[in-house]
């Protein structure tokens, strides 16, 4: 499926719960892809570039390295050069750490957000066999087709996107990272915040409670009036932030 928000200048390719967005300019002029997603939504991605000329390789971000956010990469990268960024923390998983993941049992918290989401039979395989492709998860230990660019720090400006800031949102796992527009107030949460029934959820999902709380600390002084999350619908309003639900807490 494919959404437009017009007023921010982002698209949606979405299958089932997983999202790959595009900032159509983030500042510079040029096309901005944040969170690849499963394979199908790499070939959508794909298929909107194809035939557009780009003028550099097309930059890509990932808000984590789980699986289905990485995995449609190579379905990406095999139709349009890319040039991969990713979150600072991947750096010592490239060098061999273990990447913390939620368990099962911790991931299954989110059902909520999966139920609220039309179930894909191909979105589901995609997603089981997605740790062969690229990224971690609960069964597969992290690997990448592809060197990083370069990597993404607190603070720092999104490459190819100077309107938007790096934010690091840890909790749900080490390398967690979410974009921020200060200008049009949006966010990319990555799975730092999910939303389910048009509300934001700080994700119940984590590996490590402290830090969760910490980044839902530093999510809430934000004022976010558009919110795009990792899985689950887009939310628009004003400070939607300010009625999501915490992360230790259900819909
Ligand atoms: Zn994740």
Redesign the pocket.
């Known amino acids: 499926m494919r959404d437009e928000y017009v007023d921010v200048g982002v698209l949606r390719f979405s299958r089932w719960i997983f999202n790959c967005y595009v900032i159509e300019d983030g500042g510079a002029g040029q096309p901005v892809v944040v969170d690849v997603g499963i394979t199908s939504n790499g070939v959508a991605s794909a298929e909107h570039f194809a035939g557009r000329r780009l003028d550099d390789p097309l930059t890509v971000l990932a808000t984590?390295a789980?699986s289905?956010?990485v995995s449609g990469l190579m379905a990406l990268a095999d139709r349009t050069a890319v040039q991969l960024h990713l979150p600072v923390k991947d750096r010592d998983y490239f060098a061999g750490e273990k990447p913390r993941?939620?368990t099962m049992k911790v991931a299954a918290r989110i059902m909520p957000v999966i139920r609220d989401a039309r179930f894909s039979f191909r979105a589901l395989s995609e997603f089981l066999s997605g740790g062969r492709h690229a990224g971690f998860g609960s069964s597969s230990p992290f690997q990448m087709p592809l060197q990083a660019a370069s990597y993404l720090t607190d603070g720092d400006p999104v490459p190819g996107a100077p309107d938007w800031v790096i934010i690091h949102t840890p909790g749900?796992?080490d390398d967690?990272t979410s974009f921020y527009n200060e200008a049009s107030r949006t966010l990319f949460s990555?799975?730092a915040v999910l939303t389910v029934k048009g509300r934001p959820w700080f994700t119940p999902?984590f590996v490590d409670e402290t830090l969760m709380a910490r980044t839902e600390d530093k999510l809430r002084k934000l004022r976010v009036d558009h919110l795009f999350p990792?899985?689950g619908h887009p939310v628009h309003g004003q400070d939607v932030l300010s009625d999501a639900i915490p992360h230790l807490e259900k819909p």
């Open positions: 984590h789980h289905d956010h993941t939620p749900h796992t967690s990555g799975d999902e990792g899985h």
